[in-house]
């Protein structure tokens, strides 16, 4: 899982600032995936993302959350008006199709907010 | 609803010993399986899949069984060493929704020297 990059690996913000969370897919993967986890508890899907389009956003909180992956550049995962409870894990994950196929995971950022 | 502030399942092993960890998924529709290993302060690494028209894989020391009848998923680790110390999470795929894996609580293996 070397191959999927992430940073930074620690990040720390104060309540109401913004967090910026990047991923940089393994070479030759197009389908990037972002999950939050908490605690002692299993990874919780966001969003995956192809190349410029969201393809299933389902996980996202509603406000406050967005993500991209442009044409150029890494995927970002983007926190507005952070809060105590966005602190968590944040994994990306890279495969180069859809569908039923092995995912590499990131190293993880994680955001502590203070 | 979420787990909120439970500790995880717990296994404890000596070194040497065989190591069985369960899961029970919750789609009769997924297809695909992965187990996936996370030590502190990494990201899950895959051990082994296996997709549901096979009952059985086996990897290096590790075999993963799908019973679909009960919708459960076992890995088998044998000899257990050390290294192999960490939360072990299954995973489970449906398809036809793309890459999106839904996970498992985690089991905390602890292997004793």
């Known amino acids: 899982n070397a191959g999927v990059m992430q940073n930074p690996r620690h990040l720390v913000r104060r309540r109401g600032q913004e967090a910026r969370l990047r991923c940089s897919p393994m070479?030759?993967?197009?389908?990037v995936y972002w999950y939050r986890q908490l605690p002692e508890e299993g990874l919780k899907f966001m969003v995956y993302l192809q190349k410029e389009n969201i393809i299933d956003e389902s996980g996202m909180p509603k406000e406050r959350f967005s993500a991209e992956f442009p044409k150029e550049g890494p995927s970002i995962l983007r926190i507005q008006q952070v809060v105590r409870g966005d602190s968590a894990a944040y994994f990306c994950a890279s495969s180069p199709t859809t569908g039923a196929t092995e995912a590499f995971f990131g190293q993880g950022t994680r955001l502590t907010v203070v | 609803g979420e787990s909120v502030g439970l500790h995880l399942p717990t296994l404890s092993v000596q070194e040497g010993d065989n190591s069985i960890i369960n899961c029970a998924y919750s789609?009769?529709?997924?297809?695909?399986f992965i187990w996936y290993k996370q030590e502190s302060g990494k990201g899950p690494q895959f051990i082994i899949d296996?997709?549901?028209?096979?009952d059985k894989r086996q990897g290096q020391r590790v075999t993963v069984l799908l019973n679909k009848t009960v919708k459960h998923l076992s890995l088998q680790i044998a000899a257990t060493q050390p290294g192999d110390s960490a939360v072990y999470f299954c995973a489970e795929n449906i398809g036809w929704q793309g890459g999106k894996l839904i996970f498992g609580q985690g089991t905390e293996l602890s292997v004793k020297p």
């Open positions: 070479k030759g993967h197009s389908h």
């Open positions: 789609n009769s529709a997924s297809d695909y």
């Open positions: 296996i997709r549901s028209n096979m």
